[in-house]
């Protein structure tokens, strides 16, 4: 039978959308693929089994769509939605509202673990186990073949059982792994699900032709009693289940039972376990020798717990069994499938239906994807064979403080039949699409059995990506991570320089280079250890020059295909023909059968990656190469960063022991400084003759490599020979003062926003600015031994800047550096100049989205402290809270303070009136006294140490708060605008100052694309295929609404002294501010060195207005409101057709992309009326004749 | 009196044809334009660039940030791209093929003689009557050797002759060092005829933003004058037609074309100018001249005032430049 390869996500919501009639979702990695999959399912007008094509809606959380989905399910629709983690969490009331008002659902959930200590996105059973009490049935699949299978067994079992099916397979391993799946066709999928299944469902939904009410208040007399009627509805769930698991296997030959054993006939050592973890169970049980008398017990219905079917699955011979459980419940006697097991056995032991308790243990595995290995299996057998076995163990982990973690055993599994290959990309070169590709090819049209997985590093760009490939004559069981393969691709050269990458190979394995340097070269351009594997483990190694290939066929830096093509041709898994004439009908497909040109292109790559590729005779070579680059720049004897950032930042992570971790997921400040990616070939060079210092470079770098210092002469004597300085052009800082402006080459991401900004140019020849893009290599020493110098430099007075400036701004410095952000990343130069402003007195709650993955993403964090060791505490709570988790904040800092104005008070006497009176009246309105504010609570701490007694004792803890601090929070436009409005809007309500900025790149960048309502119309996002055909929110006039909250819309490429004068003002203010940053964005779909351009486009066109609204100037002479931009004035396709995101449509309809653009063009008329409307009326607040 | 002529082994009604221009994207007015006279119809130009800046733009749309962070694989939903301009190309040379009855030339502009021979085949396929090529090969770079320029434009010409039965018209920009010697290889090497001259965008320097800007000027009686000298002066030393284009605005100046040696004019600027009915108050214009005059068709006027045949050759020459000069006090 023929197969199509698809990951779990793409099987389920095949079914899924075939099978429903109303999908409400909200996105949450790793499951948003299966609601993005049905949006474009219904886009194209995919009808349903019935006819239909279904609505999906994105809603604007999960409380939302779990809302959305009980509402549709109670009025007759059939419905689905699909979520993991923290989004499932989020549906659990109205989970217990449907189970109790017997409705048939199922939700899909692609496991994933929670965030406690810290979030992760990768997955684990945690938030699955968060619903077992909603009275949700819980259906689990192992893989890609089982989630499609049981997406439709569960929907039909939950039309005649009346009870809803939490169905869930593991997030990442089953939900993003390729396989290739035999599909359902439709003609099963009706055999299953009837007309008349669908209406008896539509019988009891809500209809004024039959009315009834359901949500009741009830009370102590029979809410009990109510609860209890569902019982019989549990008792006969298993049955029908397996029953639809009978009918399912009559009609496509594939059966499933809830309980499953796989092993010998008599085991005495057995194994339960959840998902797909027991495939590698399964596989190792294959490979343990006769000495092993093991099995186990595949558990796929976990709700209800069916004991009397467990036990008759497990075979009477066993003697003892673990438990593995996929979740931690910290605190309990045992995580939840152990406790449920042991209760089993208990019972049956207890009503006489087994006669002898077998010693149960039970242990935790594979926490956020941590790796279950073959190995780990058979220490569990084995530790099981023991006399004592260990209870309450971990595998995987090396727990040194409490001592759980079992001791893994040197153990491999060998499938001769399976290959296994190994590649490393660059992200956004192509490889992956590429292996995706390849696995297709083999998988669909050969009919062998494939697997494919991918891993990403942690940066949002300029990452490595890692796919591993598996290829097959038989079923592939092995659900972990490639160690030893036959094939390694290495698609970047700079991997074979940091990485020891071929330790990864097979004896006699092949390996392939993309190297930027012809065949002859390539041997001696390789690192020394790379070298030694490729001697000693006599390996096959080839080279392509792929970017030169790419370029002279016009594919610019896409090297792809090319690449695909040679790893055919070494790796003969098919006949290299046959391979290229699959690629080719590949790449037409992929462009259409409108786009022939384009695809003949293509097919250059394709012809002369062959002629390319060479063969490098290895047979004389010797191992003289240089070490492996470092992969972190430690400067400072520091154990953490040592032994714990390093270990991460070399992939070594999960040698970490337990006790090396801190407790409570306390992370350190400014390590970013260590990492030096050295991603980019070239960096900004400064020309301080052409230079105009005006701050503008500095201002715009997402990164914060590029600064500029003030410093007085004199301490410039001992600087480096080529260490350039110039007068500064600030009078007032005075006559000696240097400016000097460096450049971190080893940090520069390259994305030229600084040249691209940059307004000086060369009188003498135009084409040069006052800084220049040039190539890093020449003068690489010369540039970091300035810029090593140049940090070393005191910061200057932070009281002579006039911080509403830019140029005087930007000398500040910045607490916010080199984080994993995008190269030309919109947001970042925001949070930058806010840290810069504030960052050495700033608390930040930060929500959930780009910014908190750029700002916390292990190992490293860009947040960083001064010379004095001052800096931003910065957390990230959830998504839905941001707003309110800031407001917590301000009311601790502000009661804090109040308090240590009490104790102040009442130890005057003690303290003497001249500090208490000092330190209560001053304002702190600026750096000069927000600076003594700091020396006299130092005065105070060193006098409270001379003191005793309660108060003081109470002070010592309160004194911090008595310096001013600055409350933000931060997040993008997916926080502010949808899920976490509702307590936004709380906030602004509140009248506490507390500083709001919204970074809005107007889509949810972080989890790639989906629309918000912050999303223009027009633009192509994910639930918005076609173009977004309503219009963004105004979030503006939303808050402008209560007339005491400063409101500013800013974008710093059209006007950032404008920008800068919201940020001081805004922070000012003593009540609610708020700031509406336009961020461009990698999901705009443009090259973003023309980033602060389009901002620039956008507020000439009017889409974008700018304006400031602050309540402290009601009742004074000037207009609270100011209108800081001018009306449109040139047309809006100037703006919209720079970027992807809005030009598509016209790719895809001509006529749609014209009224587009001409709705677009009356939206930023009507902006304009608007706020000019509001700027000359004074309508906010006051009467026009009183402004 | 006989108003028809052949060019490029097609057969016109008279020699006026409509030159590469954006009308050519408008069914409508190739419509009107057939019905007042006009003899041929040449598309817009098809650029290489443009191609390569489509091919692109939509790997961009495709492939752009993909599989890069394991939150955010791609950035926009999959979707099916039908409006792709390289394509709309051959889809409107097959409408306007459908709709008139007068022959389509297609219009190629492009840098490398590989991409030349891949879309001249799929013009042919899609029913262009014959093909047009710019050959404008912008040679700013000193170590660039005049001859190895001539040579790439000739290679492209007999690359693309041998992947196309359709007839090569090459058209030229005015600034050959022998341009002569050129169009007979250029013929040697396939080309049918000769279009004389492009016309370029010429930047033009923007003070405020210190950075260059680009202007286009409308043909004018200068461009016309320049050819006229040119299509006199090769008229005859090979089989090469040849055409004019630039600078034609009325129908005197058909006839002058006609008589320097050229088998066909090409107008665009005036028809944007004075509308599309001009074409046939030219034609008429024209005619009647020669019914005035007294010509039974072009074909016997053809050259009649060409270099070898001028009464004053000297005009053409040295000479008439020095004695023009001599006596400009009154210009």
């Known amino acids: 039978m023929s197969r199509i390869v698809m990951d779990a996500n793409e099987a389920v919501a095949r079914v899924a959308h075939k099978t429903n009639e109303v999908i409400a979702i909200y996105p949450i990695t790793p499951s948003s693929p299966m609601g993005e999959h049905s949006d474009e399912y219904s886009a194209k007008g995919e009808e349903n089994i019935f006819g239909t094509v279904p609505d999906v809606m994105e809603m604007q959380s999960e409380g939302g769509a779990s809302g959305a989905v009980h509402g549709a399910l109670q009025t007759g629709s059939l419905t689905t939605t699909f979520t993991a983690s923290q989004g499932l969490l989020l549906m659990i009331p109205n989970m217990y509202k449907i189970a109790g008002e017997l409705t048939p659902t199922v939700f899909h959930v692609a496991a994933r673990s929670l965030a406690a200590q810290g979030l992760s996105i990768f997955g684990d059973h945690s938030d699955v186990m968060q619903c077992r009490p909603t009275g949700f049935t819980m259906v689990a699949s192992c893989d890609a073949q089982e989630a499609h299978d049981l997406a439709l067994i569960t929907q039909a079992t939950t039309l005649h059982a009346r009870l809803p099916v939490l169905h869930f397979f593991d997030g990442f391993r089953t939900s993003h792994e390729l396989m290739g799946v035999e599909v359902i066709g439709e003609e099963v999928m009706r055999e299953m699900i009837t007309p008349e299944m669908l209406n008896a469902h539509k019988s009891r939904s809500l209809d004024p032709q039959h009315p009834v009410i359901r949500g009741t208040s009830q009370n102590p007399d029979v809410y009990f009693q109510g609860r209890e009627t569902v019982n019989k509805y549990y008792d006969a769930f298993g049955k029908i289940l397996q029953t639809q698991m009978d009918i399912f296997a009559g009609l496509t030959g594939r059966q499933y039972h809830l309980y499953e054993y796989y092993g010998c006939e008599h085991p005495k050592e057995l194994i339960v376990i959840i998902a797909s973890a027991a495939k590698t169970v399964k596989e190792t049980i294959d490979n343990l020798g006769s000495d092993y008398e093991v099995g186990v017990i595949v558990v796929r219905m976990y709700r209800p717990f069916d004991i009397k079917a467990l036990l008759e699955a497990i075979p009477k011979s066993v003697r003892s069994v673990a438990v593995l459980d996929r979740t931690k419940e910290p605190g309990a006697n045992g995580e939840p499938l152990y406790m449920d097991i042991v209760n089993a056995f208990v019972e049956s032991l207890n009503e006489g239906a087994i006669s002898v308790m077998p010693k149960i243990i039970g242990g935790r595995y594979g926490l956020s994807s941590k790796e279950f290995t073959p190995a780990m299996v058979k220490s569990i057998y084995d530790e099981l064979k023991k006399q004592k076995s260990k209870n309450h163990f971990t595998l995987g982990i090396n727990d040194d403080v409490t001592m759980t973690s079992l001791e893994v055993a040197d153990f491999e599994v060998h499938e001769p039949q399976t290959k296994q290959a190994l590649f490393y990309g660059l992200g956004s070169d192509g490889t992956v699409g590429a292996n995706k590709n390849t696995i297709k090819i083999i998988g669909e049209d050969e009919g062998g059995h494939v697997q494919g997985y991918f891993v990403y590093d942690s940066k949002k760009s300029g990452s490595m990506t890692t796919s591993h490939l598996r290829f097959s004559s038989k079923p592939i069981g092995s659900t972990y991570l490639i160690e030893k393969a036959d094939f390694i691709g290495v698609h970047q050269f700079v991997f074979m320089l940091k990485y020891d990458l071929l330790k990864h190979a097979n004896e006699g394995a092949d390996i392939l280079l993309n190297a930027p340097y012809s065949a002859d070269e390539v041997w001696q351009r390789l690192p020394r250890i790379a070298q030694e594997h490729i001697i000693e483990k006599k390996l096959n190694l080839y080279s392509i020059n792929a970017y030169d290939v790419a370029k002279e066929c016009g594919l610019g830096k896409r090297i792809n295909t090319i690449m695909q093509t040679c790893f055919f041709k070494i790796s003969e898994v098919i006949s290299i023909e046959e391979a290229i004439s699959k690629i080719k009908s590949t790449i037409e497909k992929t462009y259409g059968s409108k786009g022939e040109m384009i695809v003949r292109m293509n097919y250059c790559g394709v012809d002369k990656a062959i002629e390319n590729l060479e063969q490098i005779n290895v047979a004389e070579m010797v191992a003289i190469g240089p070490d492996l680059l470092p992969v972190l720049k430690l400067d400072t004897h520091d154990a953490f960063l040592e032994n714990v950032t390093a270990k991460i930042e070399a992939f070594e992570g999960d040698e970490i022991p337990v006790s090396l971790m801190p407790d409570d997921g306390t992370w350190p400040l400014g390590t970013t400084q260590y990492e030096k990616r050295d991603i980019s070939l070239e960096a900004p060079v400064w020309d301080p003759d052409v230079c105009i210092q005006c701050g503008k470079c500095m201002e715009v770098c997402p990164h914060a490599v590029i600064r500029g210092k003030v410093v007085d002469k004199k301490l410039l004597s001992d600087a480096p020979q080529a260490f350039s300085f110039v007068p500064s052009k600030n009078k007032h800082f005075g006559e000696d003062t240097q400016f000097s402006i460096k450049v971190s080459v080893e940090d520069c991401t390259g994305c030229t926003l600084c040249v691209e900004m940059c307004p000086a140019k060369d009188k003498s020849d135009l084409s040069r600015k006052a800084i220049n893009m040039e190539a890093i290599e020449p003068t690489r020493e010369e540039a970091i031994a300035n810029w090593d110098y140049f940090v070393g430099l005191p910061e200057f007075d932070r009281t002579k800047i006039d911080r509403t400036k830019v140029k005087e701004a930007q000398l500040l410095q910045p607490l916010f550096e080199f984080s994993g952000a995008c190269p030309g990343c919109g947001e970042t130069p925001y949070v930058k100049l806010l840290s810069q402003l504030f960052g050495d007195r700033m608390i930040v709650a930060n929500a959930t989205g780009c910014s908190s993955i750029y700002g916390g993403n292990l190992p490293t964090t860009p947040w960083s402290k001064n010379s004095e060791g001052q800096g931003t505490a910065w957390s990230n709570s959830l998504f839905e809270d941001n707003a309110e988790f800031g407001l917590g904040m301000r009311a601790s800092v502000d009661r804090q303070s109040a308090f240590a104005a009490e104790l102040l008070n009442k130890l005057r006497g003690d303290l003497g009136s001249g500090l208490v009176d000092a330190l209560l009246a001053n304002g702190q309105t600026d750096e000069a006294s927000i600076m003594q504010q700091r020396k006299d609570v130092t005065l105070l701490n060193e006098k409270l140490e001379t003191l005793e007694g309660d108060n003081t004792t109470l002070l010592k803890g309160v004194s911090k708060y008595l310096i001013r601090k600055s409350v933000w929070s931060i997040g993008g436009d997916g926080w502010a605008y949808d899920i976490g409005y509702g307590g936004l809007d709380h906030v602004f309500a509140s009248g506490k100052n507390i500083n709001i900025i919204v970074l809005d790149t107007q889509v949810y960048s972080n989890t790639g694309g989906q629309k918000s309502k912050a999303t223009p119309m027009g633009a192509v996002a994910k639930f918005a295929a076609g173009g977004k055909m309503t219009d963004a929110k105004d979030l503006a006039l939303h808050a402008l609404s209560y007339g005491d909250v400063y409101v500013a819309r800013v974008a710093m490429g059209a006007n950032d002294t404008q920008t800068l004068k919201a940020i001081v003002e805004a922070e000012a203010y003593e009540g609610v501010s708020l700031i509406i940053a336009y961020a461009h964005c990698v999901a705009h779909g443009y090259d973003l060195r023309y980033g602060m351009n389009q901002q620039k486009l956008a507020v000439q066109s009017g889409l974008w207005p700018l304006m400031r609204y602050n309540p402290d100037k009601v009742d004074t002479d000037e207009n609270p409101f100011s209108l800081d931009y001018k009306a449109p004035s040139i047309p809006v396709k100037e703006y919209m057709y720079n970027e992807t995101r809005f030009k598509m449509v016209l790719k895809m309809n001509k006529e749609r992309a014209d009224e587009f653009l001409s709705e677009a063009g009356k939206k930023a008329k009507r902006n304009w009326i608007c706020y000019s409307d509001l700027h000359e009326s004074g309508n906010l607040t006051l009467k026009k004749d009183e402004v | ?331």
Not at chain 2, 129 to 135: C, F, K, S, T
Request: hydrophobic fraction near 40%; aromatic fraction near 8%.
């Open chain 2, 1 to 331: 009196m006989k108003m028809d002529i052949e060019y490029l082994g097609l057969n016109l009604k008279n020699p006026l044809i409509s030159s590469a221009s954006p009308i050519s994207s408008h069914t409508d007015q190739c419509k009107e334009l057939e019905d007042n006279g006009i003899a041929a119809i040449v598309m817009h130009s098809l650029f290489e660039e443009e191609i390569n800046h489509e091919l692109h733009e939509v790997d961009h749309m495709l492939f752009h940030g993909k599989d890069s962070f394991a939150e955010a694989l791609d950035f926009f939903p999959d979707n099916d791209f039908e409006n792709y301009e390289s394509d709309n190309y051959l889809k409107q040379l097959e409408t306007l093929k459908s709709s008139l009855d007068i022959p389509v030339i297609a219009s190629l502009n492009g840098i490398s003689s590989g991409g030349w021979v891949k879309y001249a085949k799929l013009l042919e396929d899609s029913g262009a009557d014959a093909l047009e090529l710019n050959l404008y090969y912008p040679v700013n770079n000193a170590n660039e050797d005049p001859l190895a320029i001539e040579k790439h434009y000739l290679d492209t010409i007999s690359q693309v002759k041998a992947a196309t039965q359709l007839n090569l018209a090459v058209k030229l920009s005015p600034y050959f060092t022998a341009l002569p010697n050129f169009l007979r290889s250029a013929h040697i090497n396939g080309a049918s005829a000769a279009i004389l001259f492009n016309r370029f965008y010429q930047p033009d320097i923007d003070l405020e933003e210190l950075q260059w800007q680009s202007k286009l000027y409308q043909s004018s009686s200068v461009d016309l004058a320049k050819a006229l000298r040119a299509v006199a002066i090769n008229y005859g030393q090979s089989d090469l037609e040849l055409s004019i284009s630039g600078g034609v605005s009325c129908g005197t100046d058909i006839i002058k074309a006609v008589m320097a040696g050229a088998r066909s004019v090409g107008v665009a600027s005036v028809l944007y100018e004075k509308g599309l009915g001009h074409a046939s108050v030219m034609l008429k214009e024209a005619e009647a001249w020669m019914i005035e005059k007294e010509y039974d068709s072009f074909d016997q006027m053809r050259g009649s005032i060409s270099y070898t045949k001028s009464p004053n050759p000297a005009a053409l020459e040295r000479a008439n430049y020095v004695s023009l000069l001599r006596h400009s006090e009154g210009i």
